[in-house]
């Protein structure tokens, strides 16, 4: 249990049964009236923003959120396979809960699995990764100018919009939160 006094971004707290993060917070003094805290939370699991008000000292239920550096091992069936890197232990985590993120996961690739009594509630990416264009159309001579992008597919089969001199089996960089090319590797 904490108060509304002691939040911070990135806790993570228990409402309603829910997990909620604390993603912005201020704490609020009126002139007249009591203090107060204004809140936007974000649900872990469905990824809903709400924003919410608290009576400043007011108790909250915080919960305990495992964040370990884990490696990715292999698709078994519908799950990913997990590995942590301390003590070797194996964790199987839904598609859905990795989500998008699969665009970019690659085999032995180090990431961020956050867990809840022994529950995966999300995969965190490194926010940028290096990765093989498999596949892209040839670049048009003298058509460097105009700043044009073009459609590559990468190794791990997703679609990055790249500028025109990349070609097929070049290695570049790409951010894994919007899905934008950053740069040659």
Do not use: C
């Not at 228990?14 to 917070?25: A, I, R, S, Y």
């Not at 000292?57 to 078994?76: F, H, S």
């Not at 089969?157 to 090319?181: H, Q």
């Amino acid at each position: 249990m904490a108060t509304t006094n002691d939040l911070k971004n990135g806790l993570v707290l228990n409402l309603d049964g829910d997990l909620w993060t604390v993603v912005e917070f201020q704490h609020v003094k009126p002139g007249k009236g009591g203090a107060f805290v204004r809140t936007t939370l974000k649900n872990v699991l469905s990824g809903k923003v709400v924003d919410r008000t608290f009576n400043a000292g007011t108790k909250v239920d915080t919960a305990t959120v495992d964040k370990r550096t884990m490696q990715y091992l292999y698709i078994d069936g519908e799950d990913y396979v997990f590995m942590d890197l301390q003590s070797y232990e194996q964790i199987s985590v839904p598609a859905g809960t990795v989500g998008e993120n699969t665009k970019f996961l690659l085999p032995e690739a180090e990431v961020t699995v956050a867990t809840h009594e022994g529950v995966p509630l999300y995969v965190e990416l490194p926010t940028s990764v290096v990765l093989e264009v498999t596949y892209t159309e040839p670049g048009l001579q003298g058509d460097r100018s105009t700043g044009g992008t073009k459609p590559a597919t990468v190794e791990t089969g997703a679609t990055v919009n790249v500028p025109l001199f990349i070609s097929t089996g070049e290695k570049i960089k790409v951010d894994t939160r919007d899905s934008r090319y950053l740069g040659r590797a």
